[in-house]
């Protein structure tokens, strides 16, 4: 079935530095939707990026992602950490426009340091 | 930004109980979903709701568990009976038809 990888359960690194968390994904559509959510502690998750693109880089908020097909991936990236990056960040994967299922990945947290 | 209400905020009730989430979607969204979160874990996917049917569940969506939004009003997760590993937070989340969802801050539900 469908499914959705992140490596990292926690990345830890210093402020000012860049942030790169993993994504890969798996999925029999061709055309899937791939998401990146935040969520702050004891706030519910927000919508950072998404894309169906391929090859496209999306950014916003300082943060970008590009999605990669050939590698099934979708990397979120930024050049430098704040302190207010520190959070949950959720990976996520539709199957296309059909908004039936979203699936989430583990989810990373991102701890940055003064 | 668009939002999406939960209430109440925190239930706590005792094992066996019926318990009702409810949830006020962004208004003219079309697809509504209810996700659980176990403290530390990651969210996962319960069920999406479109049209007044269930479209796609989860092994997490138990018989025990029901969902349902009458005449418009709030879309409403129950569960009956409850069960301690219910404990959790519920996320609903709404849809204007596109994958991008709207949370809601959740309910957190104690099972004692």
């Known amino acids: 079935g469908d499914s959705v990888t992140q490596t990292e359960g926690l990345v830890t690194l210093t402020e ?99 | 930004g668009p939002k999406v209400l939960q209430i109440p905020s925190h239930q706590i009730i005792d094992m066996g109980q019926m318990v009702t989430l409810n949830c006020d979607p962004v208004s003219n969204h079309l697809y509504f979903y209810w996700y659980k979160q176990i403290l530390g874990q990651q969210m996962e996917f319960l069920v999406n709701f479109y049209n007044g049917k269930v479209m796609e569940k989860s092994k997490l969506f138990k018989d025990q568990f029901s969902v349902e939004r009458p005449d418009g009003s709030y879309f409403t997760l129950k569960i009956q009976p409850t069960a301690l590993e219910d404990s959790a937070v519920y996320f609903c989340a709404s849809s204007p038809g596109l994958p991008e969802q709207y949370f809601g801050p959740g309910t957190r539900l104690t099972v004692l």
């Open chain 1, 16 to 114: 000012g530095l860049p942030v790169m968390l993993n994504c890969t994904y798996q999925t029999i559509y061709s055309n899937p939707f791939l998401f990146w959510y935040v969520q702050h502690l004891n706030e519910s998750p927000r919508l950072l990026l998404k894309s169906f693109t391929d090859n496209k880089r999306t950014e916003h908020q300082g943060f970008h992602a590009t999605l990669h097909k050939s590698s099934s991936s979708f990397h979120l990236q930024k050049s430098s950490a704040q302190l207010s990056d520190s959070a949950l960040y959720y990976c996520a994967l539709s199957k296309g426009t059909n908004a039936y299922k979203v699936i989430f990945g583990k989810g990373t947290h991102l701890h940055v340091l003064p």
